[in-house]
Every structure is written in structure tokens, then in C-alpha cells.
């Protein structure tokens, strides 16, 4: 296909020459190829001269944003939220690391806390043993489509390269509001009987692995009754990978409980690939199911999430939270990321907002955020 | 509906537009050019500091309304792209490969939903530009069109589209870029595109119209449009309903057709489930339980993509089939038929 593709481009190019004969228009050869040529790659959108004129931003990204290691490759980026070494990061992206380590401009820590994650955002919470650190400003007030946004897009030991764009589309939920955890099966609702029976089982899910079968009617879900799909979700939206579910199930005449272990979506149910993710190269595995994006046409790679989303002000927007395909991604809005950084914070004990009420949850786990 | 990879070696299309560009190149130079100046930003080699793409996107922002409300997406039931009305009347400007052929049915969506009845009208077969026209009368939002071709190398532009398909949540989706290739039939920018947005509108900075989304290259900065100058060239062909140019954007001969239902295999290939009756599928041999791993020599993975494939092809046109049959793998020639 490269060969073709060459072909095509000489054959242009004598075109071109030709043009230039044919119109005989008295402006330069110059002029001509200027108008009819390509642009260098350095003057594109994401070109070295165009990053220059964001030199202001790329600055505050230096300072207040993270690069995360695993070893010596870098695997995402983060928000610094405290200047005591609080950050965010992608939870799916850290999250079979085996060497965990983190820059805040030059500085480097090799030791580095998993304080507590939410799977329904994807968002880890880690800590570093820092004082100092210059904090984002934010800005909670969502950006207007064709706004400029710059990002993370790679870096050095010493220095960032940006990614800019603008962006895209109307800030939304993003998966139909469906839990990021599953039981592993195809629901099937008579709307005429009012039940949620069971499809299909899918292989090494928990549904498989606590016996659950097709033709099964959900009763029950830890004590809630069960209808329809949304009566199911609500129960499962709050729950992490490795929860169990107490559901009760009509098989025949009889009632029987089931203890089924929860585990997350994209592990379960295998995506069909399709044309459109063919021509978009890689993406990031956990890119669906957000309950509040704001879209960018910023051109992303998998490993650079995680990482703010500032505006030309240098005004944290947002957080990169998944590339999705060729010409979208995806951010959590400031608003939303402030609230689940609160949250977050509730668990580790001497945070900022000591929560009085006891938090009910395993140790090392991490709190209920809302669906 | 945008072709991951551009048709190539058409020598001779490539002669046969040069004449028409000449043609319609030729005003850009007159004296209307003080008139149409462009933004100053586009007359620097790069944007020199916040205050300059703070000027460009106070441009953006400024037209992208208008530009939004008159784009839409184009329903063919089973595949959908883009397009973009240009007057008040409902006449929409797409890609040759979103219309498919003259006089066909099809669907207008608009941003907020609102559903129209269209029919397509003319196209340019060797250079993927096309016409609709909505159905029923009214008033529709429009954008300009930059008649004279005032775009060049550099400037700076936005491309919309309903990229995947129309998502009503999502509404259109806007991308920023500078044109950074220029050919005769064929305009590059670094505005990032995808399936679903073939046909849509690419902005100059003002808002007015100067190409149209055909396809991809394999790289993120491989963006190709029609340029506007080949509506302009045949825009009263196309108004006339006439079929113009041969091939490879739209057939004559209808979308080329073969007759199988799959279903991904999950270790790979597609499962035939359904061979239909008399289809020449059936003709061929194919049967259900074949599994096929490659259509001429490209690896077959996902249904959608093997079934725009296959309208790339022309109706008579034979495809090569590696297809595992009872644990053996063997060759199968089909000749495409017709899509009824």
C-alpha cells in the first residue's frame, strides 16, 4: 500500500509541474509552489514552530502535572492536587505496573502510594512524599466547543511536548450510563411479566463461575427488587471490581441466592473491533462508559492520559481520561474531577475534609462515589 | 463511510481535472482579491503567541454556530455519513461515495434530531463530490460557499461531521487544523476525520465552505477533502442529475453485492450464517459454516469493514476468498452481482 501511495505522490508532483506551465499567469514558480505544495511539518497543528506560541501553558504543565513511570517508560500523566504529593492518574493504565515511579518537573519519586481508585472513573488516587508543589488553577466552568486545549502528549527526562486542539463535541455521559463492573451476561426483559431473565453466560466471568444459567429470572439484587435492566444497574453502578452481589433467582419453580463476584466490563465482554477502530491505531482499553466527558480532538497516544487539560490561560478544564479513537478524546470535567478528588481524599483519613460519619468499606478500598 | 485508503493510478482523471482547476483558478488572482482577504493569522508561518490563537479561536467560535446548524448527517440506512447545506432551499453538498448514485433516497438529519426526506442528485465519480436535495420545502440553514477558491497552503481551518453515525448527545464534532497539502483534485489538512464523516463541510476561518471530506490515509495527518473548486467546476452537471466522471467514488452499475450474513469469529474471520438464495455467494460455492480469513489477500476482521469493502468493488468485478471449510483452507473466486 506504501508503494501505491509513493506512486500517487510523483504523479502529483508532475502535475504540479505542469500546472504551473499551463496557467502562465506571471506569478512566480515560487508563489506557485507555495500554493499548490505541502505545508512542513513543523508549522502543523501539532508541529514544533505551531507549540512554540503555547510556550505559557506548557509551563504550567511542567510544573504542576506528572509524568508516570513504569521503570523507565513512561505510562501516563497526573494531576498534581496537593502541594504535599497528592496526584490523579488512569487507574486501568497504572494498574499492572511493576516498577511505579513519578516526575513533578525534575524531581523524581521512586516511591509511590496507590492510595485508593474508583473503577466508575477510572481514577487512581497516588501519593508521593513531596512539599511544595505548585497547584493548577482550575476552572470548573466547562469549555466551549472550538475552545484551545493543551495537553501532555510526550516527554524527556527534562522537558514536555505538548498536544494541542480544541474542543470537539456537546459534554456528555459516555456508554449508556452501564456499570463499569458486569456479572458477565446478556439480560433479556418481558416487558409483559416484568422480569430481567438471563441470556447468555459468558465464559470466566463471575456469572459463570457462581452458576448461573440461562433462562434464570433476576429476582433480586442484594435485597433490592429487580424488574428491569436500570433496577440492576443502580446496584452494581456503586460496586468495584473483585464485590461481590447478592442476587436472588427464580430457576422453575424455585428461588435460589447466589454470591457472584463483580468483575470490570472491558475484561468480560470483548469489544467487536470495528471499521472505524481499524483506521484510528491504538486506544485506550477502558475508553467507554464515563458518566461525564468533555470531547477534544486532541491527538492523544494511549500512554499519555491522565494527564490536565488546560486552556490557554493555562486553567485546568479537565482531566485526559481515555483516547477513544482517531479523532476523539476524552476528559473528565473539572467540576466532576474536583467532587471525585473529594472523595477520594474522605478515605485517606488526614485529608483535607475529615468526613465524621464512619465510612463503611474494606480497608484499602475505596469509597462509594455516586452513579 | 470513508475509505480508509485513497484510489490511485488514475492517470488520466488527473489530466482531465487539471483543465477544469485551471479554469477555476484564475479569479484568485483578479482584482476581487483585496475583498477576500483571509484572516491575517493565515498570513503567518505560525501563530506567534497566545494573542494570535486567541484570535483564532474567537474566528472559530464566531462561525461555528452557523456552521453547525447546517450540517448534517446523511442516512442510508445500513451506513451513514455527512453533509452540509448550502442554500435555503435544502440543496446539500457530500461525498460522491456517501450519495452513491443519482436519484437515490435517502435521510437528512439535522443537529437537533429533526429528520429529512432527501434525494440525490448529480456527482463527480473520479473526484468523490456529490449533491442532494431535500425533498420538502422550506427554509433551511445554510453556509456560504468560497466560490472564488480563495483557500492556500497553510490556512488555518476547521472540518465538522457526525462522525460513526448521528449521536444526538454528542451533536456534531468540530476539528481544527491548517491545510498542509495541496493537489489538483484533492485538498490535505491535519483536521483528524474518521468513518461517518465523510462528506462533511471543511471551514475556512470566515466560515465559508472550500472542501468537502472524501477519505484517510493511514497516518493521523492524511486527511483528504474535495476541494471546492470541483463543485464549483460541475455544479450545473450536478444540479442536472448528470453522472459525471467514471469511477472509483460511485458505480453506475449500482453497489456491488454478495450475498452473506456473518458474524465474528472470536479466534478470527467471519462465520457465514446466511447465504443468500441465487446470491453470487451462493453461485461460488460459499456455505454456511465457512469461515472467511481474507477477501483479496487483506485480512478479513470485523463485518463492517468487509461489507463496505466489498462496495468498494464494482458489480462483475471477482474477489478472491480464503475461506476455512472443515478445518481446510481453501481458495474461492466470487463474482460480485448487484445490489437490488
Same mark, same amino acid.
Given at each position: 500500500?506504501?508503494?501505491?501511495?509513493?506512486?500517487?505522490? #510523483?504523479? &502529483?508532483?508532475?502535475?504540479? @509541474?505542469?500546472?504551473?506551465?499551463?496557467?502562465?499567469?506571471?506569478?512566480?514558480?515560487?508563489?506557485?509552489?507555495?500554493?499548490?505544495?505541502?505545508?512542513?511539518?513543523?508549522?502543523?497543528?501539532?508541529?514544533?514552530?505551531?507549540?512554540?506560541?503555547?510556550? %505559557?501553558?506548557?509551563? +504550567?504543565?511542567? $510544573?504542576?502535572?506528572? +509524568?508516570?513511570?513504569?521503570?523507565?517508560?513512561?505510562?501516563?500523566?497526573?494531576?498534581?492536587?496537593?502541594?504535599?504529593?497528592?496526584?490523579?492518574?488512569?487507574?486501568?493504565?497504572?494498574?499492572?505496573?511493576?516498577?511505579?515511579?513519578?516526575?513533578?518537573?525534575?524531581?523524581?519519586?521512586?516511591?509511590?502510594?496507590?492510595?485508593?481508585?474508583?473503577?466508575?472513573?477510572?481514577?487512581?488516587?497516588?501519593?508521593?512524599?513531596? &512539599?511544595?508543589? %505548585?497547584?493548577?488553577?482550575?476552572?470548573?466552568?466547562?469549555?466551549?466547543?472550538?475552545?484551545?486545549?493543551?495537553?501532555?502528549?510526550?516527554?524527556?527526562?527534562?522537558?514536555?511536548?505538548?498536544?494541542?486542539?480544541?474542543?470537539?463535541?456537546?459534554?456528555?455521559?459516555?456508554?449508556?450510563?452501564?456499570?463499569?463492573?458486569?456479572?458477565?451476561?446478556?439480560?433479556?426483559?418481558?416487558?409483559?411479566?416484568?422480569?430481567?431473565?438471563?441470556?447468555?453466560?459468558?465464559?470466566?466471568?463471575?456469572?459463570?463461575? @457462581?452458576?448461573?444459567?440461562?433462562?434464570?429470572?433476576?429476582?433480586?439484587?442484594?435485597?433490592?427488587?429487580?424488574?428491569?435492566?436500570? !433496577?440492576?444497574?443502580?446496584?452494581?453502578?456503586?460496586?468495584?471490581?473483585? *464485590?461481590?452481589?447478592?442476587?436472588?433467582?427464580?430457576?422453575?419453580?424455585?428461588?435460589?441466592?447466589?454470591?457472584?463476584?463483580?468483575?470490570?466490563?472491558?475484561?468480560?465482554? $470483548?469489544?467487536?473491533?470495528?471499521?472505524? !477502530?481499524?483506521?484510528?491505531?491504538?486506544? #485506550?482499553?477502558?475508553?467507554?462508559?464515563?458518566?461525564?466527558?468533555?470531547?477534544? *480532538?486532541?491527538?492523544?497516544?494511549?500512554?499519555?492520559?491522565?494527564?490536565?487539560?488546560?486552556?490557554?490561560?493555562?486553567?485546568?478544564?479537565?482531566?485526559?481520561?481515555?483516547?477513544?479513537?482517531?479523532?476523539?478524546?476524552?476528559?473528565?470535567?473539572?467540576?466532576?474531577?474536583?467532587?471525585?478528588?473529594?472523595?477520594?481524599?474522605?478515605?485517606? /483519613?488526614? =485529608?483535607?475534609?475529615?468526613?465524621?460519619?464512619?465510612? &463503611?468499606?474494606?480497608?484499602?478500598?475505596?469509597?462509594?462515589?455516586?452513579? | 463511510?470513508?475509505?480508509?485508503?485513497?484510489?490511485?493510478?488514475?492517470?488520466?482523471?488527473?489530466?482531465?481535472?487539471?483543465?477544469?482547476?485551471?479554469?477555476?483558478?484564475?479569479?484568485?488572482?483578479?482584482?476581487?482579491?483585496?475583498?477576500?482577504?483571509?484572516?491575517?493569522?493565515?498570513?503567518?508561518?505560525?501563530?506567534?503567541?497566545?494573542?494570535?490563537?486567541?484570535?483564532?479561536? $474567537?474566528?472559530?467560535?464566531?462561525?461555528?454556530?452557523?456552521?453547525?446548524?447546517?450540517?448534517?448527517?446523511?442516512?442510508?440506512? =445500513? /451506513?451513514? =455519513?455527512?453533509?452540509?447545506?448550502?442554500?435555503?432551499?435544502?440543496?446539500?453538498?457530500?461525498?460522491?461515495?456517501?450519495?452513491?448514485?443519482?436519484?437515490?433516497?435517502?435521510?437528512?438529519?439535522?443537529?437537533?434530531?429533526?429528520?429529512?426526506?432527501?434525494?440525490?442528485?448529480?456527482?463527480? @465519480?473520479?473526484?468523490?463530490?456529490?449533491?442532494?436535495?431535500?425533498?420538502?420545502?422550506?427554509?433551511?440553514?445554510?453556509?456560504?460557499? !468560497?466560490?472564488?477558491?480563495?483557500?492556500?497552503? =497553510? *490556512?488555518?481551518?476547521?472540518?465538522?461531521?457526525?462522525?460513526?453515525?448521528?449521536?444526538?448527545?454528542?451533536?456534531?464534532?468540530?476539528?481544527?487544523?491548517?491545510?498542509?497539502?495541496?493537489?489538483?483534485?484533492?485538498?490535505?489538512?491535519?483536521?483528524?476525520?474518521?468513518?461517518?464523516?465523510?462528506?462533511?463541510?471543511?471551514?475556512?476561518?470566515?466560515?465559508?465552505?472550500?472542501?468537502?471530506?472524501?477519505?484517510?490515509?493511514?497516518?493521523?495527518?492524511?486527511?483528504?477533502?474535495?476541494?471546492?473548486?470541483?463543485?464549483?467546476?460541475?455544479?450545473?452537471?450536478?444540479?442536472?442529475?448528470?453522472?459525471?466522471? $467514471?469511477?472509483?467514488?460511485?458505480?453506475?452499475?449500482?453497489?456491488?453485492?454478495? /450475498?452473506?450474513?456473518?458474524?465474528?469469529?472470536?479466534?478470527?474471520?467471519?462465520?457465514?450464517?446466511?447465504?443468500?438464495?441465487?446470491?453470487? @455467494?451462493?453461485?461460488?460455492?460459499?456455505?454456511?459454516?465457512?469461515?472467511?480469513?481474507?477477501?483479496?489477500?487483506?485480512?478479513?476482521?470485523?463485518?463492517?469493514?468487509?461489507?463496505?469493502?466489498?462496495?468498494?468493488?464494482?458489480?462483475?468485478?471477482?474477489?478472491?476468498?480464503?475461506?476455512?471449510? *472443515?478445518?481446510?483452507?481453501?481458495?474461492?473466486?466470487?463474482?460480485?452481482?448487484?445490489?437490488?
Amino acid at each position: 500500500m506504501m508503494k501505491k501511495l509513493k506512486l500517487k505522490l #510523483s504523479l &502529483e508532483r508532475k502535475s504540479r @509541474a505542469l500546472l504551473v506551465a499551463l496557467l502562465g499567469l506571471g506569478v512566480s514558480s515560487v508563489a506557485a509552489q507555495q500554493q499548490y505544495g505541502q505545508l512542513e511539518g513543523e508549522r502543523r497543528l501539532n508541529g514544533k514552530e505551531t507549540w512554540k506560541a503555547f510556550e %505559557p501553558v506548557r509551563e +504550567v504543565l511542567q $510544573e504542576s502535572s506528572a +509524568v508516570i513511570y513504569d521503570g523507565w517508560k513512561s505510562i501516563a500523566y497526573g494531576v498534581v492536587v496537593s502541594s504535599d504529593g497528592y496526584l490523579v492518574t488512569k487507574a486501568s493504565e497504572i494498574a499492572e505496573v511493576k516498577e511505579l515511579n513519578v516526575r513533578i518537573n525534575r524531581r523524581h519519586f521512586k516511591a509511590v502510594e496507590v492510595v485508593s481508585t474508583t473503577v466508575e472513573w477510572d481514577v487512581a488516587l497516588l501519593k508521593v512524599d513531596a &512539599e511544595g508543589l %505548585p497547584l493548577i488553577e482550575w476552572e470548573e466552568v466547562e469549555p466551549a466547543h472550538g475552545t484551545w486545549v493543551v495537553s501532555n502528549g510526550s516527554t524527556t527526562q527534562r522537558s514536555r511536548r505538548l498536544r494541542v486542539g480544541i474542543v470537539s463535541a456537546n459534554a456528555r455521559q459516555v456508554g449508556g450510563g452501564r456499570s463499569p463492573v458486569v456479572l458477565g451476561v446478556s439480560l433479556k426483559t418481558d416487558e409483559e411479566s416484568e422480569s430481567l431473565s438471563i441470556g447468555k453466560v459468558h465464559e470466566d466471568s463471575g456469572a459463570d463461575d @457462581a452458576g448461573l444459567k440461562t433462562g434464570d429470572i433476576i429476582v433480586e439484587a442484594d435485597g433490592n427488587p429487580v424488574k428491569e435492566m436500570e !433496577d440492576l444497574q443502580k446496584v452494581l453502578g456503586a460496586k468495584q471490581p473483585g *464485590d461481590q452481589v447478592k442476587l436472588k433467582v427464580r430457576r422453575g419453580e424455585e428461588e435460589r441466592e447466589y454470591d457472584v463476584e463483580l468483575r470490570k466490563r472491558e475484561s468480560v465482554f $470483548e469489544e467487536e473491533k470495528t471499521r472505524n !477502530d481499524a483506521m484510528s491505531g491504538r486506544y #485506550s482499553r477502558r475508553r467507554s462508559n464515563f458518566p461525564r466527558v468533555v470531547q477534544t *480532538d486532541l491527538p492523544l497516544s494511549v500512554r499519555s492520559c491522565g494527564g490536565p487539560l488546560l486552556t490557554l490561560d493555562g486553567k485546568c478544564v479537565g482531566m485526559n481520561i481515555a483516547r477513544a479513537n482517531r479523532c476523539e478524546t476524552y476528559s473528565i470535567p473539572s467540576r466532576e474531577l474536583l467532587g471525585l478528588i473529594r472523595e477520594l481524599m474522605r478515605s485517606v /483519613g488526614d =485529608g483535607v475534609e475529615k468526613d465524621e460519619s464512619p465510612v &463503611e468499606e474494606p480497608a484499602g478500598g475505596s469509597p462509594e462515589v455516586k452513579e | 463511510m470513508i475509505r480508509t485508503f485513497p484510489h490511485t493510478g488514475h492517470l488520466l482523471g488527473g489530466m482531465a481535472a487539471l483543465w477544469g482547476l485551471t479554469f477555476a483558478w484564475i479569479p484568485a488572482f483578479g482584482a476581487d482579491e483585496e475583498q477576500d482577504e483571509s484572516p491575517y493569522f493565515n498570513r503567518k508561518e505560525v501563530p506567534e503567541g497566545i494573542r494570535d490563537l486567541k484570535k483564532i479561536q $474567537e474566528a472559530l467560535q464566531e462561525n461555528l454556530p452557523r456552521s453547525r446548524s447546517a450540517t448534517v448527517s446523511i442516512d442510508l440506512g =445500513g /451506513g451513514s =455519513g455527512s453533509g452540509v447545506i448550502v442554500s435555503e432551499e435544502g440543496l446539500v453538498l457530500t461525498a460522491a461515495h456517501v450519495s452513491g448514485g443519482v436519484g437515490k433516497k435517502m435521510t437528512v438529519i439535522m443537529e437537533d434530531g429533526t429528520r429529512h426526506a432527501a434525494t440525490s442528485l448529480g456527482l463527480v @465519480a473520479s473526484t468523490d463530490a456529490a449533491m442532494l436535495r431535500i425533498d420538502e420545502e422550506g427554509s433551511y440553514p445554510y453556509v456560504e460557499v !468560497d466560490k472564488k477558491d480563495t483557500a492556500g497552503l =497553510g *490556512d488555518w481551518v476547521y472540518a465538522l461531521g457526525h462522525s460513526g453515525g448521528f449521536d444526538k448527545e454528542r451533536g456534531v464534532g468540530v476539528r481544527i487544523g491548517r491545510l498542509v497539502r495541496m493537489a489538483d483534485q484533492t485538498i490535505n489538512s491535519d483536521c483528524n476525520l474518521i468513518g461517518g464523516d465523510s462528506g462533511g463541510p471543511l471551514f475556512d476561518m470566515k466560515g465559508r465552505l472550500i472542501g468537502i471530506h472524501s477519505r484517510v490515509g493511514q497516518t493521523l495527518e492524511q486527511n483528504m477533502h474535495v476541494p471546492i473548486r470541483e463543485f464549483m467546476t460541475h455544479w450545473e452537471g450536478m444540479i442536472e442529475n448528470e453522472f459525471i466522471g $467514471e469511477g472509483p467514488f460511485a458505480q453506475k452499475g449500482g453497489v456491488a453485492f454478495m /450475498g452473506v450474513g456473518t458474524e465474528l469469529r472470536e479466534e478470527g474471520g467471519l462465520l457465514v450464517k446466511v447465504v443468500g438464495e441465487m446470491s453470487p @455467494a451462493e453461485k461460488a460455492g460459499i456455505k454456511v459454516g465457512d469461515v472467511i480469513l481474507e477477501m483479496d489477500g487483506e485480512k478479513v476482521e470485523a463485518k463492517d469493514a468487509f461489507s463496505a469493502a466489498i462496495k468498494d468493488y464494482k458489480v462483475g468485478d471477482k474477489v478472491k476468498l480464503r475461506i476455512l471449510r *472443515d478445518d481446510e483452507e481453501i481458495e474461492v473466486e466470487v463474482e460480485l452481482g448487484e445490489k437490488k
